[in-house]
Every structure is written in structure tokens, then in C-alpha cells.
């Protein structure tokens, strides 16, 4: 089992960066596939990013696809997102995932735990 929480969110202008943190509990992080998914308000969470279990392989959603970097420490127990040019649509919560599986996941009820979210807002 890993705990995981997330840090790094808070108010941005359109346009700036923000660096999320999740931390992970356990001795066992680089067992788990990583990613980050987003929920704004009235919608559904959805897929933001993924890494492997090494951090050799990523894999991003199209509608933040050269703006948002996904990376790993695994000395650290740490997976941390890059989100650059900051759009108000980007204005959600952020969370984190782990996941057992072997290849990189979109599918939320794919991963198996998760953070408690942090807030980000861009504003225009």
C-alpha cells in the first residue's frame, strides 16, 4: 500500500508555471506507474499525465501536450508535474495516482490509490 499527497498548487496568472509535488509513503514507490489526473468544478476528473515505473516513459493528454512535464525521483518517493503556459482552463484540482500496472494507464479506476488533491487556479 502507498499513501500519497500532493503539494505545489495555488493562485497563477494565464501564462505562468507551477510545479506540483507528490509525495509517496513506502519503501516501494518505484513499483507504481505514476499519474496525474484534474477535476474542475462540474466536471469529470480526467487524465493529465502518466510515467513509468523508471520514469523512462510518459504519456500526456493532448490538451496539455508540450506545455505540462511529468517526472519522478524514485530516490525521493516523489513524482512532480511541470505545468507551464498556464491556460484558465488548466484551473483545477490536481491529483495524484498509483497505479500496479505494468504499462501507462489513463483510465482512472485503473489506478488503485490516490492524493487528496491540490487546487490550482489560473486566472486570466
Known amino acids: 500500500q502507498v499513501q500519497l499527497g500532493e503539494s505545489g498548487g495555488g493562485p497563477v496568472q494565464a501564462g505562468g508555471s507551477l510545479r506540483l509535488s507528490c509525495a509517496a509513503s513506502?519503501?516501494?514507490?518505484?513499483?507504481?506507474?505514476m499519474g496525474w489526473f484534474r477535476q474542475a468544478p462540474g466536471k469529470e476528473r480526467e487524465f493529465v499525465a502518466a510515467?513509468?515505473?523508471?520514469?523512462?516513459?510518459?504519456y500526456y493528454a493532448d490538451s496539455v501536450k508540450g506545455r505540462f512535464t511529468i517526472s519522478r525521483d524514485n530516490a525521493k518517493n516523489t513524482v512532480y508535474l511541470q505545468m507551464n503556459k498556464l491556460k484558465p482552463e488548466d484551473t483545477a484540482v490536481y491529483y495524484c495516482?498509483?497505479?500496479?500496472?505494468?504499462?501507462?494507464?489513463?483510465?482512472?479506476?485503473?489506478?488503485?490509490?490516490w492524493g487528496q488533491g491540490t487546487q490550482v487556479t489560473v486566472s486570466s
Open positions: 510515467i513509468s515505473r523508471g520514469g523512462g516513459r510518459s
Open positions: 495516482a498509483a497505479t500496479t500496472e505494468m504499462v501507462l494507464i489513463t483510465v482512472r479506476r485503473r489506478y488503485d490509490y
Open positions: 513506502g519503501r516501494t514507490f518505484s513499483s507504481y506507474a
